[in-house]
């Protein structure tokens, strides 16, 4: 089973910038497709995005594109969220996740449904504040 471990939550102020890490370790990187997801309080587990750590493709909720990028880094098993013009509807602990029992292609079908994904980190907080 792959481990994950979240790093960069934190507490800003709403229109600045912040950059999420997952570091992964125990399987083949390249192999996975990972996903970020997020959670407020009292709501349900919410995808965020998803990208191929093989082709690099990435697919997006409609509430972040724009304005969320997800990214990996092979050499590191790491991939990234860099969110800007954070909002305070932004407020949740964001979740990243490994998918690595359905192949290496995105799909968006899949990538949405954390059902999909065996593999979660322990959270990170971020906070917006208005």
């Known amino acids: 089973q792959v481990q994950l471990v979240e790093s960069g939550g934190g507490l800003v102020q709403a229109g600045v910038s912040l950059r999420l890490s997952c570091a992964a370790s125990g399987s083949t990187f390249s192999n996975y497709v990972m996903g970020w997801f997020r959670q407020a309080p009292g709501k349900e587990r919410e995808f965020v995005a998803a990208?191929?750590?093989?082709?690099?493709?990435?697919y997006y909720a409609d509430s972040v594109k724009g304005r969320f990028t997800i990214s990996r880094d092979v050499a590191k098993n790491t991939v990234y969220l860099r969110m800007n013009s954070l909002k305070p509807e932004d407020t949740a602990v964001y979740y990243c996740?490994?998918?690595?029992?359905?192949?290496?292609?995105?799909?968006?079908?899949?990538?949405?449904?954390?059902?999909?994904?065996?593999?979660w980190g322990q959270g990170t907080q971020v906070t917006v504040s208005s």
């Open positions: 996740a490994a998918d690595t029992m359905h192949g290496s292609g995105l799909n968006p079908a899949m990538a949405v449904d954390p059902a999909m994904y065996e593999s």
């Open positions: 990208i191929s750590c093989r082709a690099g493709s990435t």
